[in-house]
C-alpha cells in the first residue's frame, strides 16, 4: 500500500511511519521541508495528490509546549496547523482522478466534556463546550468528504505515551528524581494510549477495509485517574511518587485555559475500536509504562 501521511516527521508519526514501512507499506511524507520520501505542504497545494492507496494526518502544533504562551497567537497556530492542513489533504483526495481507498485523521479526545461520572464512547456527544472540544469538531468537519469512494476514520487520541516524546518526555525527571507525583487532585481521569498501539489502530484502520467512522484511540484500562497513572509510573520507575504539581503551579506555567487539559480529565471507552477487531498490544497501564521506560 502506498500511504500518504501529513505530519509524519513528529512523535507519532516517526512510530506510525516506522510501523508502515515494517508491514511492507511504501510511505511518503507530507512537510515544510523537501526531502527523499518527502513532498511539502506547498507542492500539495499546487499540484495535487500524488498516486497513492491511503492517506494519514497527524499534523498539528504541540498544544501542551510550556515554552509557548496561552496567548492569541498560540490559539490561532494551534487551530490553523490543524484545519489548514487537514483541509489541503481533504481538497487534493477530492479532486484526484483516483481517489484514495482510505483517509485517516487522528484528533483527540478533548471532544468529550470533561467530567468525573460520565462515560464516554464513539457515539457519544460533544465538540460544543470549550476552546479544544470546539478545535476536535472544527477540525473533524474539515476532514470531511463528499461521498463514499474513499474510507473515513477519526482516531481520537488520549494521552499517548513512549519513548523519547509525548507525556512522558516531560515527566520522567521529576519521577525518577523521586520528585513526581499526581496533577492537582489527581482524581480526574487520564485516558491514555500507547505509542505503539495508536500507530496500530491508524495502520489497522488503512489495512482494514471494514473500518470507517470514529474510533477512541484508547487503551481498554484508561479508566484510570491522574493519581493512579503518577503511582504506574512511580512503581514502573522504582521511586515513590507522591508529591503532587498543585494546580496553581500548572495553571501559571500553561495558562488557565489550557490547564484545563491537565487538571480535568474523562472516562472514555474504546467501544468500536474493539468491535473494529483492533488487538492491542498495550492494554495495561503498568506494561506499557515498563515498556516506556525500560
Known amino acids: 500500500m502506498r500511504v500518504l501521511v501529513g505530519g509524519g516527521t513528529g512523535f507519532?508519526?516517526?512510530?506510525?511511519?516506522?510501523?508502515?514501512?515494517?508491514?511492507?507499506?511504501?510511505?511518503?511524507?507530507?512537510?515544510?521541508?523537501?526531502?527523499?520520501?518527502?513532498?511539502?505542504?506547498?507542492?500539495?497545494?499546487?499540484?495535487?495528490?500524488?498516486?497513492?492507496?491511503?492517506?494519514?494526518?497527524?499534523?498539528?502544533?504541540?498544544?501542551?509546549?510550556?515554552?509557548?504562551?496561552?496567548?492569541?497567537?498560540?490559539?490561532?497556530?494551534?487551530?490553523?496547523?490543524?484545519?489548514?492542513?487537514t483541509k489541503i489533504l481533504a481538497k487534493a483526495i477530492s479532486e484526484a482522478p483516483q481517489r484514495p481507498q482510505a483517509w485517516v485523521l487522528v484528533t483527540g479526545v478533548a471532544y468529550y466534556r470533561p467530567s468525573q461520572t460520565a462515560e464516554y464512547d464513539e457515539d457519544s456527544p460533544g465538540g460544543d463546550f470549550d476552546f479544544f472540544s470546539k478545535l476536535v469538531a472544527k477540525w473533524e468537519a474539515a476532514a470531511r468528504l463528499p461521498g463514499n469512494s474513499t474510507r473515513q476514520v477519526v482516531v481520537r487520541s488520549g494521552v499517548v505515551l513512549g519513548r523519547g516524546g509525548?507525556?512522558?518526555?516531560?515527566?520522567?525527571?521529576?519521577?525518577?528524581?523521586?520528585?513526581?507525583?499526581?496533577?492537582?487532585?489527581?482524581?480526574?481521569?487520564?485516558?491514555?494510549?500507547?505509542?505503539?498501539?495508536?500507530?496500530?489502530?491508524?495502520?489497522?484502520?488503512?489495512?482494514?477495509?471494514?473500518?470507517?467512522?470514529?474510533?477512541?484511540?484508547?487503551?481498554?484500562?484508561?479508566?484510570t485517574t491522574n493519581a493512579e497513572f503518577a503511582q504506574a509510573l512511580g512503581t514502573a520507575l522504582g521511586r515513590p511518587a507522591f508529591i503532587p504539581l498543585p494546580s496553581i503551579v500548572?495553571?501559571?506555567?500553561?495558562?488557565r485555559e489550557r490547564a484545563i487539559?491537565?487538571?480535568?480529565?474523562?472516562?472514555?471507552?474504546?467501544?468500536?475500536?474493539?468491535?473494529?477487531?483492533y488487538q492491542y498490544s498495550f492494554p495495561e497501564l503498568g506494561a506499557a509504562l515498563k515498556e516506556v521506560v525500560a
Not at 515527566?171 to 500507547?194: E, V
Open 166 to 223: 509525548g507525556a512522558i518526555g516531560h515527566m520522567l525527571l521529576p519521577f525518577r528524581l523521586g520528585l513526581g507525583g499526581p496533577i492537582g487532585s489527581g482524581h480526574q481521569f487520564f485516558p491514555w494510549i500507547h505509542i505503539g498501539d495508536l500507530a496500530g489502530i491508524v495502520a489497522y484502520a488503512l489495512e482494514a477495509d471494514h473500518v470507517q467512522g470514529i474510533l477512541n484511540g484508547v487503551a481498554p484500562a484508561s479508566t
Open 12 to 85: 507519532i508519526g516517526t512510530a506510525l511511519f516506522q510501523l508502515l514501512r515494517a508491514r511492507g507499506h511504501e510511505v511518503t511524507l507530507v512537510s515544510r521541508q523537501r526531502g527523499p520520501g518527502r513532498i511539502t505542504w506547498d507542492a500539495l497545494a499546487q499540484s495535487g495528490l500524488p498516486s497513492c492507496d491511503a492517506v494519514v494526518n497527524l499534523a498539528g502544533a504541540n498544544i501542551l509546549n510550556p515554552l509557548r504562551r496561552w496567548n492569541e497567537a498560540f490559539q490561532e497556530e494551534v487551530l490553523s496547523s490543524r484545519l489548514e492542513t
Open 250 to 255: 500548572v495553571q501559571a506555567i500553561f495558562g
Open 261 to 277: 487539559m491537565l487538571l480535568e480529565g474523562q472516562k472514555v471507552v474504546p467501544r468500536r475500536t474493539l468491535a473494529a477487531g
